[in-house]
């Protein structure tokens, strides 16, 4: 069973910075695309970060500049590193394992954490 967790979600100032971590653990030969979204109260779910095997990494346009997605395949783990943060940044940002493949020439399946709290006070 494919499980993902995040990690370092928490209360900064705004102006701050935060560094999330996301591990996807179980039977994984390979992943796709790893990504970070995220879900303000009563907003939709945004998009913010994405880094796939080419690699190749996307942002949401209000990230751009102050977010910095990477990961470490051999960890199976995705990082984002989240600088000048604003309060318009407070929500829960969850992990997204897009493309997993627990064997090899299986189909590949998307799996999501639970989510990390992150709130910037302004």
């Known amino acids: 069973q494919v499980q993902l967790v995040e990690s370092g979600g928490d209360l900064v100032q705004a102006g701050g910075s935060l560094r999330l971590s996301c591990v996807a653990s179980?039977?994984?030969?390979?992943?796709?695309?790893m990504g970070w979204y995220r879900q303000a109260p009563g907003k939709q779910l945004e998009m913010v970060a994405k880094a796939s095997s080419a690699p190749l990494t996307t942002y949401g346009d209000s990230v751009k500049g102050r977010f910095t997605i990477s990961r470490d395949d051999a960890k199976n783990t995705v990082y984002l590193q989240m600088n000048s943060l604003k309060p318009e940044d407070t929500a829960v940002y969850c992990c997204?394992?897009?493309?997993?493949?627990?064997?090899?020439?299986?189909?590949?399946?998307?799996?999501w954490g639970q989510g990390t709290q992150v709130t910037v006070s302004s």
């Open positions: 179980g039977s994984i030969v390979s992943i796709n695309v």
């Open positions: 997204k394992a897009g493309g997993l493949k627990g064997q090899v020439g299986t189909r590949g399946t998307d799996y």
